[in-house]
């Protein structure tokens, strides 16, 4: 079972979309909001969630008080998940959808984010992520948080020129990498 774990969502049940979805577990998600709680305030963030799968981590985003989240899913089916969460919270007025792929939405000016979650599948190639983290680079306000979620054996993904890694922790199945940008890349 996914839930929502804290703030106006709170206990909350998720839908979750066919198997080919791994949703962080609740406890990843707690450990990512406590990383981001002790150096950020949530209040009033622009987040985007992509590989949205249940849209978990954007709608907990505004659960603890960000402003907009944009849940970026390619899969049809799980994109109807996704919008099903949004509803069970009550969150549309906060929270969009789009279902098309992450590459396509960040090429199509999206931003800006003060918050982005990359949790792609687990068998993306690191080289693949670094790709996704240079285009959303300039989506990025200044001092904006960037976090990856992997699987535990998979190696740090490389960081753009623009973001400086804060943390990288694992929690069993997952690595969760911490950056935030620092300044406009050259």
């Known amino acids: 079972m996914t839930r929502i774990i804290a703030g106006e969502f709170g206990g909350r049940r998720l839908a979750v979309p066919a198997e080919s979805t791994r949703p962080t577990s609740d406890r ?9 709680g002790a150096r950020a305030d949530l209040d009033g963030l622009r987040v985007v969630d992509l590989y949205a799968g249940t849209g978990a981590l954007g709608i907990e985003a505004v659960s603890r008080g960000a402003a907009s989240a944009v849940l970026v899913e390619a899969d049809r089916r799980a994109a109807r998940v996704v919008r099903d969460n949004v509803a069970i919270c009550r969150a549309g007025d906060r929270v969009r959808v789009v279902d098309r792929t992450v590459e396509s939405f960040l090429t199509a000016a999206a931003g800006p984010f003060d918050l982005v979650f990359i949790d792609p599948p687990y068998d993306l190639s690191s080289d693949d992520v670094a790709a996704v983290l ?8 200044d001092g904006a948080w960037v976090v990856v979620e992997r699987g535990s054996r998979s190696v740090a993904v490389d960081l753009p020129d623009g973001l400086e890694a804060v943390a990288d922790k694992k929690y069993g199945d997952s690595r969760v990498q911490l950056a935030q940008r620092v300044d406009s890349p050259s």
């Open 28 to 36: 990843v998600r707690e450990a990512v909001f406590s990383m981001l």
């Open 134 to 141: 240079a285009l959303v680079l300039p989506a990025l306000t």
